[in-house]
C-alpha cells in the first residue's frame, strides 16, 4: 500500500456497502462521516473482550472514529457518529501499534476499521518493518466491500466480525440497509477463506490447538489465545429472538466448526431509545432460547455470557488515551 493507493481509494469512496463514492480527500463525507485523514479515539489495553482475544494482559484495541453501520442502540455511539476523535498520521498509527506491544497486547485490535482500511494496510505494513509481530485482529460491524476485505489478506490474523441481524426488515429498522445478511454473509465466507479454521495459542505462542476435535477445541478456548481463525459476534436484541435463532442456524449450517461464535447478551439501552423495544436489556429467558438453540444444534465452538454484563464497564472512556 502506497500513499498514492490511499489517496486513490479516499477520491470516490467504495470501501463499504453504502458506495457513498464521495471525494474524502476534498473533505467531502460519506456515510461514516470521515474525511480521508485517520481519526480515533482510543489505543489501548483492553480487557472486554471474549478470553481468547483479550489474554491475561488485555487487546492492544485502537478504537477508531466513524462507522458504517450507524445502528440506532451503538453501544460506542459518542466515537461511532464521527464526532468525537483525535486526527493521526499513519505513520503515528504505526508508532501506536508498536507501543501497544510493547505495553504487552496479546494483539493489535483494530475496532470499527472498515472506512480507514487503506491507511491501516499502510500502517501495518510499516509496523511489521519495524518489528511489530502480534496477531491483528479485524474487529467490524460486517458491511464491507469485498475488495476491501481482499486488501487485508495476509495482513490480519483473526478475523472478529459481528452478524447483526437476518431478515432484512429488522436490518433495515435498526441500521437503514436491507441487504445487510446478503452481504456480511459474503464477507464471511471471505474471512474463512483468507484464515482458515481457528488455531489457539498458548501465552508463549506455542500452538496448542489446529485440530477440528470439539472437546479439545474448546478447551483450547479456554486456555489459550485464538492466533488464527473467525470469531463472529452476535450481539442479541431485545424481541429479535427469531432473527437470532436464524442467524445460528445459518452460521452452524454454513460454516460448522470452521468459525467460533460469541453469543452477547449485553446489550445496554444508551440514551433516548430510537424504538419502545430497545428501551430494555435482554431477558434472561430470552438469552436462555438462543442457547439452548445451539446446543439442540450440536454447536460446541461458542463462546456465552454469564449473569448480567449488561454494563456501562464495557464500554472504554473514548478520552483520546494512548494517542496523543
Given at each position: 500500500?502506497t500513499p498514492e493507493i490511499i489517496q486513490n481509494c479516499?477520491?470516490?469512496?467504495?470501501?463499504?456497502?453504502?458506495?457513498?463514492?464521495?471525494?474524502?480527500?476534498?473533505?467531502?463525507?460519506?456515510?461514516?462521516?470521515?474525511?480521508?485523514?485517520?481519526?480515533?479515539?482510543?489505543?489501548?489495553?483492553?480487557?472486554?473482550?471474549?478470553?481468547?482475544?483479550?489474554?491475561?494482559?488485555?487487546?492492544?484495541?485502537?478504537?477508531?472514529?466513524?462507522?458504517?453501520?450507524?445502528?440506532?442502540?451503538?453501544?460506542?455511539?459518542?466515537?461511532?457518529?464521527?464526532?468525537?476523535?483525535?486526527?493521526?498520521?499513519?505513520?503515528?498509527?504505526?508508532?501506536?501499534?508498536?507501543?501497544?506491544?510493547?505495553?504487552?497486547?496479546?494483539?493489535?485490535?483494530?475496532?470499527?476499521?472498515?472506512?480507514?482500511?487503506?491507511?491501516?494496510?499502510?500502517?501495518?505494513?510499516?509496523?511489521?518493518?519495524?518489528?511489530?509481530?502480534?496477531?491483528?485482529?479485524?474487529?467490524?460491524?460486517?458491511?464491507?466491500?469485498?475488495?476491501?476485505?481482499?486488501?487485508?489478506?495476509?495482513?490480519?490474523?483473526?478475523?472478529?466480525?459481528?452478524?447483526?441481524?437476518?431478515?432484512?426488515?429488522?436490518?433495515?429498522?435498526?441500521?437503514?440497509?436491507?441487504?445487510?445478511?446478503?452481504?456480511?454473509?459474503?464477507?464471511?465466507?471471505?474471512?474463512?477463506?483468507?484464515?482458515?479454521?481457528?488455531?489457539?495459542?498458548?501465552?508463549?505462542?506455542?500452538?496448542?490447538?489446529?485440530?477440528?476435535?470439539?472437546?479439545?477445541?474448546?478447551?483450547?478456548?479456554?486456555?489459550?489465545?485464538?492466533?488464527?481463525?473467525?470469531?463472529?459476534?452476535?450481539?442479541?436484541?431485545?424481541?429479535?429472538?427469531?432473527?437470532?435463532?436464524?442467524?445460528?442456524?445459518?452460521?452452524?449450517?454454513?460454516?460448522?466448526?470452521?468459525?467460533?461464535?460469541?453469543?452477547?447478551?449485553?446489550?445496554?439501552?444508551?440514551?433516548?431509545?430510537?424504538?419502545?423495544?430497545?428501551?430494555?436489556?435482554?431477558?434472561?429467558?430470552?438469552?436462555?432460547?438462543?442457547?439452548?438453540?445451539?446446543?439442540?444444534?450440536?454447536?460446541?465452538?461458542?463462546?456465552?455470557?454469564?449473569?448480567?454484563?449488561?454494563?456501562?464497564?464495557?464500554?472504554?472512556?473514548?478520552?483520546?488515551?494512548?494517542?496523543?
Open positions: 500500500m479516499m477520491k470516490s469512496c467504495d470501501l463499504c456497502r453504502r458506495h457513498c463514492r464521495v471525494d474524502r480527500t476534498a473533505g467531502q463525507r460519506g456515510f461514516c462521516a470521515q474525511s480521508d485523514v485517520l481519526r480515533a479515539a482510543r489505543a489501548a489495553l483492553h480487557e472486554w473482550e471474549e478470553p481468547c482475544i483479550s489474554g491475561k494482559t488485555g487487546s492492544g484495541a485502537v478504537f477508531f472514529s466513524g462507522c458504517s453501520m450507524g445502528c440506532v442502540f451503538c453501544q460506542n455511539r459518542e466515537i461511532a457518529l464521527g464526532k468525537q476523535g483525535k486526527e493521526i498520521s499513519t505513520e503515528r498509527l504505526s508508532e501506536i501499534f508498536l507501543m501497544l506491544q510493547d505495553q504487552g497486547a496479546v494483539n493489535i485490535n483494530l475496532v470499527t476499521p472498515t472506512h480507514f482500511v487503506p491507511q491501516i494496510v499502510y500502517a501495518l505494513e510499516q509496523a511489521k518493518k519495524k518489528g511489530m509481530n502480534l496477531p491483528v485482529v479485524y474487529n467490524t460491524g460486517n458491511y464491507e466491500t469485498l475488495e476491501t476485505l481482499r486488501m487485508l489478506d495476509g495482513l490480519v490474523d483473526v478475523y472478529l466480525p459481528d452478524l447483526k441481524y437476518c431478515a432484512p426488515e429488522v436490518s433495515y429498522r435498526y441500521a437503514k440497509t436491507r441487504d445487510y445478511f446478503e452481504a456480511a454473509c459474503e464477507n464471511l465466507n471471505e474471512m474463512v477463506r483468507q484464515v482458515g479454521a481457528p488455531v489457539f495459542m498458548d501465552e508463549n505462542g506455542t500452538v496448542i490447538e489446529a485440530s477440528s476435535d470439539e472437546e479439545d477445541a474448546v478447551e483450547a478456548s479456554e486456555e489459550g489465545l485464538m492466533k488464527k481463525g473467525v470469531l463472529v459476534r452476535h450481539l442479541l436484541l431485545p424481541g429479535q429472538t427469531e432473527d437470532s435463532l436464524k442467524i445460528l442456524r445459518y452460521l452452524h449450517d454454513t460454516f460448522g466448526e470452521k468459525i467460533w461464535i460469541s453469543l452477547m447478551n449485553q446489550y445496554t439501552p444508551v440514551g433516548k431509545p430510537a424504538y419502545p423495544e430497545l428501551g430494555r436489556k435482554l431477558t434472561e429467558r430470552e438469552y436462555d432460547i438462543v442457547i439452548d438453540h445451539a446446543i439442540s444444534l450440536g454447536m460446541e465452538n461458542v463462546f456465552i455470557q454469564e449473569g448480567d454484563v449488561a454494563e456501562e464497564s464495557f464500554i472504554p472512556s473514548f478520552d483520546f488515551t494512548g494517542l496523543l
